[in-house]
C-alpha cells in the first residue's frame, strides 16, 4: 500500500540505542510502544499510551507518516490517510 505522502519519508530506521520516549521520561510517565517519525526521526509513545506523543508530534509538526519503532517491526503509517503503507 501507498500514501500520497510518501514524499515526505526521509528517514527509515530509528537511532541506534533509543528506546524511550524521551517526553515522557522528562514527565515521569511510562509508554506502552514507540513510534518514530518518518520525516525527521522523533520517538514517541503510540496512540495505546496515556499522553500519545507520536500522534501530538504529527499535529504539531504536519509529518504524518510513523513507523514502529519497537524491535522487529518494520510497519509504517500514515496519520492523514489513516492507513499502513511500505516504507
Known sequence: MSCEHQHM????????GVVECSDCVERGDSWVHLRM??????????????????????LRNEHPV?????????????????KYIEA
Not at 519519508?9 to 541506534?16: F, M
Not at 524491535?71 to 489513516?82: Q, T, V
Open 9 to 16: 519519508i526521509t528517514i527509515t530506521e530509528p537511532e541506534a
Open 37 to 58: 517519525c518518518m520525516t525527521c526521526g522523533y520517538i514517541g509513545c503510540c496512540d495505546s499510551s496515556k499522553n500519545k506523543h507520536a500522534r501530538k508530534h504529527y
Open 66 to 82: 510513523i513507523r514502529s519503532a519497537e524491535p522487529g517491526e518494520s510497519w509504517a503509517f500514515c496519520y492523514i490517510d489513516n
